[in-house]
């Protein structure tokens, strides 16, 4: 027997979606638009929900645009077990140490490598290591200085401030900064920038009883043998699949720190007027 034969294994809510879509044939794009403007009315609705969504300082600095309220609506709507989604985009997530469960994961138990005291104790000799770092290439120091500029402008950082004014802020010692380096995206011929959790060893102070997976690009052909199944034709002609993807702007930009750790969350650049570290 053929290989293709057997069946591929589709998440029950995914097949229900699926089946509906076909069931929906040429009016599914029609039926999608008007849940969708049924979904905006009714958070529209809601927004006295916010209320129950108090901003943090690092929130209230970024002003914080997402609709808190109506994510949590949505949220239960779904019966979304991450119960304190909202709230992160209102008091902010956490970026060391023990991390809250989410319940969306799968069980793991990740034990913290490096201790957060220990992490504290050479917070002092990370600064003067990053200090005594060796100057950028040009091209590298330009784009993450223009990235850097470009969000202090939106609001999403503050900045720019000496090593002299982070201690002034959060005392000697009690802050640590992640170094900040560009790739180059070929997909999209676009440049990124990449805040260093790694190399700072904040990755290493984590601890969280699950452990993050994510699909794989098999799911798209057992959907594809999915539709088939249920099409019952060729997926041809009006039931050719067609696939598209939506990107949040600015998505985890977006997302505040939440206040106890905004120590930590600080960014190091080179800043190449100056030719200093900032």
Not at 9 to 26: K, N, P, S, Y
Not at 90 to 106: E, K, M, P
Not at 234 to 239: A, R, Y
């Amino acid at each position: 027997a053929s290989p293709y034969a057997a069946g591929s294994a589709v998440a029950d809510d995914l097949d229900f979606a699926i089946r509906e879509t076909v069931r929906l044939g040429a009016g599914a794009t029609a039926w999608r638009r008007k849940q969708l403007r049924l979904m905006k009315k009714l958070c529209n609705a809601a927004g006295g929900l916010g209320a129950c969504f108090p901003l943090g300082q690092a929130a209230r600095r970024m002003g914080c645009k997402v609709p808190a309220g109506s994510v949590d609506l949505l949220r239960y709507a779904l019966q979304w077990p991450d119960v304190r989604l909202a709230s992160l985009f209102t008091q902010g997530a956490q970026v060391v140490g023990d991390l809250d469960n989410a319940g969306i994961y799968r069980d793991a138990e990740v034990e913290a490598a490096v201790s957060f005291d220990e992490f504290e104790a050479s917070n002092e000799a990370w600064i003067r290591k990053i200090e005594a770092m060796r100057v950028p290439d040009a091209e590298q120091a330009s784009v993450v200085w223009d990235k850097t500029r470009e969000e202090i402008d939106l609001g999403f950082i503050r900045g720019l401030f000496t090593k002299q004014d982070m201690d002034a802020e959060f005392g000697l010692g009690k802050w640590r900064p992640l170094v900040r380096y560009a790739i180059f995206q070929e997909g999209g011929k676009t440049w990124r920038v990449i805040d260093n959790g790694k190399s700072a060893a904040h990755n290493s102070t984590l601890s969280t009883s699950e452990r993050i997976h994510t699909t794989s690009t098999e799911v798209g052909l057992a959907m594809a043998q999915r539709f088939r199944l249920h099409a019952g034709a060729p997926l041809s002609g009006g039931k050719r699949l067609m696939s598209s993807t939506s990107d949040m702007w600015k998505a985890f930009r977006q997302l505040p720190v939440c206040d106890s750790h905004l120590p930590y969350h600080v960014v190091a650049v080179w800043d190449p007027n100056l030719r200093t570290m900032r």
